[in-house]
């Protein structure tokens, strides 16, 4: 029989048993969410997991995730699977019985939904091991919320050896039984900036004696405003934000300087630094028109999440078995996933889990009777990859 044939009869045979399972794990890991960088006890029940099921873990220098191989490489292809573990410094307001035992940590990113259904593809993927026709790894990566993670998981060289990687993210406002799968730009690149203007403080009544830093932040602020309008293509898209300004103390004095910072959104590497490039075009010419100074410090995020096509054609007729696949918005949120897809070819999906409000809301809820088709879709998927 075809593996591609028994991993389908062991998905029907133990869909019920496997869905209860994943929902008791995706309850636990919610219940006890732990903040980027030191996801411990979620990285040793995740361990748990995989000794239960006989797993042998690789070797890792990083304090937190867990990284495993089924399979053998000298069969064929080594495709990875990554789910994300960590969660947010949000307080939540959901009232469950297993909600967050953590006071201000939450999983308001569904990370968990991730955890326990890729926990799920392992289970399904072991009972057919034998026959892989090469390797399989999986990725429970630490620190996606900004802190690098994808980044340290790369350094440590667990990327090496891997032809191609896979990753979904729940989406709340997709119906369960959905999955949006296209090839190119699915997620946003990010990046953050801080900026320091440094001008001369004076009394308010005699501004002439100091140099005001507000009046040329104000200046800053609007002509951003038209970097999107008139720089960036009709046909490209972003976004600059000034989301923190701050300057002063009192009302009769101005201050000595003003600190700004904010995020930029592009879809294309070359919006991208097109963004970077006017925005220290502004800042330090309108800076030093009114004599001042101005420190930039630029904090590139993840660059864009782009899929590759050839592959998510692939799993578009492998999904389409079992789950409705659609073409959604791309998202201007980032994802670290986009660092993987810099090494190696791979497909990001979005997920229909039906929630009831977006990410990184402290009432974020995922509908559990996705778990089981997220398993089976990282299973048949990673299944489907590694066919010659
Ligand atoms: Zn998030
Ligand atoms: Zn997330």
């Not at 989406?171 to 949006?180: E, I, Q, S």
């Not at 507000?214 to 309008?229: D, E, G, N």
């Not at 590497?269 to 009114?290: C, G, M, P």
Request: glycine share 8%; charged share 25%; net charge negative.
């Amino acid at each position: 029989m075809e593996i591609k044939d028994r991993l389908a009869i062991h998905m029907q045979a133990e869909r019920e048993a496997l869905q209860e399972e994943l929902v008791g794990i995706r309850r636990h890991l919610h219940q006890n969410p732990e903040l980027s960088t030191v996801e411990f006890e979620t990285t040793a029940y995740i361990k748990d997991c995989l000794a239960t099921l006989g797993i042998t873990i690789r070797e890792t220098h990083m304090e937190t995730g867990v990284f495993a191989d089924i399979g053998s490489e000298s069969k064929g292809k080594t495709i990875a699977i990554r789910a994300d573990i960590d969660a947010l410094p949000i307080q939540e307001k959901v009232a469950v019985s297993f909600a967050s035992q953590n006071a201000g940590v939450m999983h308001a990113c569904g990370h968990d939904f991730h955890t326990a259904s890729l926990l799920g593809a392992v289970k399904l993927l072991k009972e057919v091991e034998d026959d892989l026709p090469g390797r399989i790894r999986f990725i429970f990566q630490p620190a996606e919320e900004g802190r690098d993670g994808a980044l340290h998981v790369i350094a440590d060289g667990q990327l090496d050896g891997v032809d191609a990687i896979i990753g979904i993210h729940n989406k709340p406002d997709l119906p369960v039984g959905t999955v949006a799968l296209q090839s190119g730009c699915l997620m946003a690149a990010v990046d953050r900036f801080y900026v320091t203007i440094k001008g001369k403080g004076s009394h308010g009544a005699l501004p002439h004696k100091g140099s005001d830093p507000i009046v040329t932040a104000s200046h800053i602020v609007t002509a951003l405003q038209s970097v999107v309008s008139r720089k960036v293509s009709p046909l490209d898209t972003a976004v600059i934000s000034v989301t923190r300004i701050d300057g002063g103390n009192t009302w009769n004095v101005i201050p000595e300087e003003v600190v700004m910072e904010g995020t930029t959104r592009a879809f294309s590497k070359e919006v991208r630094s097109l963004l970077k490039d006017e925005f220290y075009e502004i800042v330090n010419h309108i800076t030093a028109a009114f004599g001042q100074k101005a420190t930039i410090e630029w904090h590139p995020g993840p660059p864009p999440v782009i899929n590759d096509k050839a592959l998510t054609e692939k799993l578009k007729v492998e999904a389409g078995k079992r789950l409705t696949v659609i073409e959604t918005e791309p998202s201007i949120a980032g994802e670290d996933f986009a660092q993987y897809l810099m090494k190696v070819p791979g497909v990001f999906a979005f997920f229909g889990t039906n929630g009831t409000e977006d990410w990184h809301h402290p009432s974020f809820t995922v509908d559990e009777s996705a778990l089981i088709l997220a398993a089976e879709y990282f299973a048949t998927s990673a299944l489907a990859l590694l066919d010659k």
